[in-house]
């Protein structure tokens, strides 16, 4: 359906996040991928998928409604992985239930046990695209800054709450992109590594070995052609180990 109306394919890790973000709704699905093709393939590391205006107008109106304390802890809630109601109260203080109970009442979360989530993906998505590009970066730094006990987590918030190369922050991100790697997780592990190569300050060895690791992440993750644009931009100034890793995925991308 998507192919037929846009005129375009879309690569795995790209057909799973509008299916995520559209709640299995066709309308909903099809807006964002007109959306998607409309901004054009190059979404930079951490960046969610272009919010349509028709959809963003719809959800944000109702988003409106709600006092300002209620929508930072809301973005909060949109931009961690697993929001709880003990990381809201770390966030946002011992009133967080309290500050969150609009949302509750409006429809627009629910709470099951510790665990909050959104009624509809879109709720979240919306509030991430109508935040500046300051208020995003204070709630990933709190974030980050809670997350001592996920490593992964704790590297992508305080990576985002940044900009600008980082020789730390590139390493934890290079080290966490190991770990999703290792655990089954191969976009996550596309999306740190990318955010390393970013965040690396010089664009020597260290820095394609990064770009490379990336590159084979997103390989794994099935999306050869990100892999294959990874790599080609390594091929032309890299040697060795490298730049046989590099050929060897633009190989395998002529072949799929």
């Given at each position: 359906?998507?192919?037929?109306?846009?005129?375009?394919?879309?690569?795995?890790?790209?057909?799973?996040?509008?299916?995520?973000?559209?709640?299995?709704?066709?309308?909903?699905?099809?807006?964002?991928?007109?959306?998607?093709?409309?901004?054009?393939?190059?979404?930079?590391?951490?960046?969610?998928?272009?919010?349509?205006?028709?959809?963003?107008?719809?959800?944000?109106?109702?988003?409106?409604?709600?006092?300002?304390?209620?929508?930072?802890?809301?973005?909060?809630?949109?931009?961690s992985a697993r929001p709880t109601i003990g990381l809201l109260r770390a966030v946002g203080g011992n009133d967080a239930p309290t500050v969150i109970q609009p949302a509750i009442d409006a429809g627009l979360i629910s709470i099951d046990g510790p665990?909050?989530?959104?009624?509809?993906?879109?709720?979240?998505?919306?509030?991430?695209?109508?935040?500046?590009?300051?208020?995003?970066?204070?709630?990933?730094?709190?974030?980050?800054?809670?997350?001592?006990?996920?490593?992964?987590?704790?590297?992508?918030?305080?990576?985002?709450?940044?900009?600008?190369?980082?020789?730390?922050?590139?390493?934890?991100?290079?080290?966490?992109?190991?770990?999703?790697?290792?655990?089954?997780?191969?976009?996550?592990?596309?999306?740190?590594?990318?955010?390393?190569?970013?965040?690396?300050?010089?664009?020597?060895?260290?820095?394609?070995?990064?770009?490379?690791?990336?590159?084979?992440?997103?390989?794994?993750?099935?999306?050869?052609?990100?892999?294959?644009?990874?790599?080609?931009?390594?091929?032309?100034?890299?040697?060795?180990?490298?730049?046989?890793?590099?050929?060897?995925?633009?190989?395998?991308?002529?072949?799929?």
């Open positions: 359906m998507l192919f037929r109306s846009t005129g375009s394919s879309f690569a795995r890790p790209t057909l799973l996040r509008i299916q995520e973000l559209s709640g299995g709704n066709p309308f909903y699905a099809l807006e964002l991928a007109r959306a998607f093709v409309a901004a054009g393939t190059l979404i930079r590391p951490g960046q969610d998928l272009p919010m349509p205006s028709s959809l963003r107008a719809l959800v944000g109106a109702r988003l409106a409604r709600l006092p300002a304390a209620t929508r930072r802890l809301l973005l909060t809630t949109a931009l665990t909050v989530t959104f009624d509809h993906p879109l709720y979240a998505s919306t509030l991430v695209a109508e935040a500046s590009a300051g208020e995003v970066r204070g709630v990933h730094a709190a974030l980050g800054h809670a997350a001592a006990e996920d490593p992964e987590a704790r590297a992508r918030h305080l990576a985002l709450a940044s900009e600008g190369s980082d020789a730390v922050v590139a390493r934890s991100l290079a080290r966490a992109s190991l770990r999703a790697r290792g655990r089954g997780a191969p976009a996550m592990a596309g999306e740190l590594a990318d955010m390393a190569v970013e965040r690396t300050p010089s664009l020597g060895r260290l820095r394609s070995e990064r770009a490379i690791a990336a590159a084979e992440a997103w390989f794994a993750a099935g999306d050869p052609t990100a892999a294959r644009d990874r790599a080609a931009a390594l091929v032309p100034s890299v040697r060795g180990s490298v730049r046989a890793r590099a050929l060897l995925l633009m190989s395998l991308w002529a072949w799929y």
